[in-house]
């Protein structure tokens, strides 16, 4: 497949002739009924121009996951870049390859190995055998390399999962050296932090979506029933009771507090670890992201033209200089 257009890149006046994945099908009401697209392919997204109640025909039955061949024109309406499309003709389902539609981390294989490297040298063997229930197992390696990290945030990437959780080690390796924690067990609690997200997301259809039972219970608490179920169901049982209850601790206090969807704060100094790499890594790809959009400026400047969700309503500054390399 040839190499998708830059969505991110695309400036008013271009035009564009692809295919592209509906990502989004926002219909709003108010005095002025309309209906906006978000449109996507593996550079980013871009949302569309539009739709008012005369064009409701033009996109008669277009839902999020539909493969469209798009026809349109970059403009600029408040300052924010929108696609105003001509034309959007739904394509059979096989005519175009989902994975040029979807960004992803790319080839799984650097990652896997920087972890299984970190895994191979935990030293407790009760830790290792019981991260080895999910690590050893093919079918969840395969799906853990294709999660995304979440659904529109931070490494909102087919891959992105496996991303993160690279990240998160290389943060809390030398966070937990520093602190004199135990390094093995802060390994376990990050290669187990996220496993609930395989039961919380969907993301066969090119569109990252909630499951209902992540709806209903969220990652953080699912990952903690997977990890007491595999535990209870191994033919030989890898760890104690109390060492059980340790591990789902790192896994119910990752998110720090409450209101952020842990059910208990960190209570030891591995979970703390954990709490602030897993964070690290989350705020700093959040922060690249929203300082990589060009949708998030007007024309050349410096400062967002707004506050961004991501950043909790702040706004980026994407100034840089050689430093007189």
């Known amino acids: ?22 990502l989004a099908v926002d219909h709003r009401g108010g005095d002025t009924p309309h209906t906006v697209l ?56 096989g005519t175009v390859e989902l994975s040029g539609l979807v960004p992803s981390i790319g ?13 191979g040298k935990l030293l407790r063997p009760r830790l290792a055998a019981t991260v080895g229930l999910f690590y050893d197992d093919d079918d969840f390696r ?12 931070h490494h909102a990437l087919l891959g992105g999962l496996l991303k993160h959780t690279v990240e998160v080690a290389s943060i809390a390796r030398t966070i937990a050296r520093a602190c ?16 609930g997200k395989l039961e919380s997301y969907r993301w066969d259809t090119g569109v990252f979506a909630m499951t209902d039972a992540g709806a209903l219970h969220g990652h953080v608490v699912l990952g903690a029933l997977m ?13 104690t009771e109390q060492e059980l209850a340790i591990l789902q601790h790192l896994l119910l206090s990752h998110h720090g507090r409450l209101e952020y969807g842990a059910p208990v704060p960190p209570m030891t100094v591995e979970a703390e ?42 706004r980026a500054y994407r100034g840089h200089s050689d430093w007189g390399a």
Not at 1 to 17: A, H, N, V, Y
Not at 53 to 82: F, K, M, N, S
Request: glycine share 10%; net charge neutral; charged share 25%.
């Open 38 to 93: 978000t449109l996507g392919n593996a550079s980013g997204r871009l949302g569309s121009a539009p739709f008012w109640l005369e064009d409701q025909h033009r996109i008669a039955g277009v839902t999020p996951g539909v493969i469209a061949q798009v026809i349109g024109e970059v403009t600029l309406y408040r300052g924010q870049r929108q696609l105003k499309v001509t034309s959007l003709r739904p394509l059979p389902k």
């Open 180 to 195: 004199h924690a135990e390094e093995d067990l802060v390994m376990a609690g990050v290669l187990l932090h996220d496993i």
């Open 142 to 153: 395969l799906r853990y390399e294709a999660c995304p990290a979440s659904l529109a945030g």
């Open 107 to 119: 080839d799984p294989a650097r990652y896997w190995k920087k972890l299984d490297d970190w895994r």
């Open 273 to 314: 670890v954990l709490h602030y790499a897993d964070n690290a890594s989350a705020r700093t790809a959040s922060m690249a992201d929203a300082i990589g959009d060009p949708g998030n400026f007007e024309g050349e400047g410096l400062v967002s033209s707004r506050g961004l969700w991501q950043l909790d309503r702040r």
């Open 1 to 22: 497949m040839t190499k998708p257009i830059d969505l991110p890149g695309l400036t008013p006046g271009q035009r564009i002739q692809d295919p592209l994945l509906v």
């Open 227 to 239: 990890l007491d179920r595999a535990v209870r169901s191994a033919a030989r049982t890898p760890c």
